[in-house]
């Protein structure tokens, strides 16, 4: 049953490789179509598009509309992520490419300048993307911080998160300045926008109050660092933790079980498709980063929702 299962896999990602390649994933997102009418618009044979049709339309990338098709609830979905069905999917179908000459579809872990127009425009999708994996972990944090820095904020997903759980807390975002708006424009969506304030900079860079904050947040970043990058970082936002403080580490963290270890392994492939050095830190390597950084009390936080093996690291100063 499982060959049978990876085989029909396969045929899948094959159908689906091929719908994009040839511009009927596309299509399907622009509006409606027959079968007939996709096949003679993107000069296709008809046969085969209905056939391949029948293949989206069961993975629920395509939907029936009477006699025609349209985008289904998947590929809707997949039009609203971070850039889109081409990249969502794009990068996939580059695979190929990326074994035999290990070039990536995208480099997003370039210089700080490219980093900021490249993340400006993704930031808004990651926070939608992960809204349900942000709240779930901040109903589960052990803490109730009245101050956080969130390094490398993006839209502010997880620090906000945990800012509409505690009433008292006021959060400082850290991002490069172009990318900052998306960040008060989420607070302002959530009410928030008189509980936050910005450090606009390099997170490698900028100066931070010593022992300003009761929490800091690391969230994916780490993983776009090389080892001695992150656990310099880690250092560094270390010492903006007021005693008695913590550091709450979000990444690709989860583990233990086959189907969090698969998880794991794809987000780790998707991550070597979209950078040139990012890697998936393991949580003993950033457990060691933490403990070198003066944290003693280390404990994992497990986030059921949302894409990416998201887990927590939650460390403690005592």
Not at 68 to 76: D, E, K, T
């Amino acid at each position: 049953m499982t060959q049978t299962r990876s085989i029909e896999s396969l045929g899948v990602a094959a159908t689906i490789a091929a719908a994009l390649r040839t511009g009927l994933l596309a299509e399907l997102v622009r509006g409606r179509g027959t079968a007939g009418g996709l096949a003679e618009r993107l000069g296709l044979a008809p046969r085969a598009v209905a056939l391949v049709l029948d293949v989206l339309a069961a993975e629920d990338l395509a939907a029936r509309d009477g006699d025609g098709f349209v985008a289904g609830p998947r590929l809707a979905a997949l039009a609203q992520q971070p850039g889109g069905v081409e990249l969502s999917l794009g990068m996939w179908t580059h695979a190929e490419t990326f074994l035999r000459l290990g070039e990536p579809y995208v480099m997003m872990d370039r210089s700080p300048a490219e980093r900021e127009a490249i993340y400006r425009s993704v930031v808004s999708g990651l926070g939608v993307m992960f809204d349900a994996a942000a709240s779930e972990l901040a109903g589960k944090l052990p803490v109730r911080p009245a101050r956080i820095l969130d390094v490398g904020c993006g839209s502010g997903v997880w620090s906000l998160a945990i800012a509409e759980r505690v009433p008292e807390a006021r959060v400082t975002g850290l991002d490069l300045p172009a990318v900052l708006d998306r960040f008060t424009a989420r607070a302002a969506e959530r009410k928030l926008a008189d509980r936050v304030a910005t450090i606009p900079g390099d997170m490698h860079a900028a100066e931070l109050p010593a022992g300003g904050f009761d929490l800091a947040v690391i969230a994916n970043v780490l993983r776009l660092e090389i080892p001695t990058r992150a656990a310099s970082l880690v250092r560094r936002v270390a010492s903006a933790v007021a005693p008695g403080g913590a550091l709450l580490v979000i990444d690709a963290l989860a583990g233990g079980t086959p189907a969090k270890d698969h998880a794991r392994a794809l987000y780790a492939l998707h991550l070597g498709l979209r950078t040139r050095e990012g890697q998936v830190h393991s949580p003993q390597t950033i457990s060691g980063w933490l403990a070198d950084a003066g944290f003693s009390k280390i404990e994992p936080i497990e986030v059921a929702a949302g894409a990416g093996a998201i887990g927590g690291l939650l460390a403690r100063r005592t």
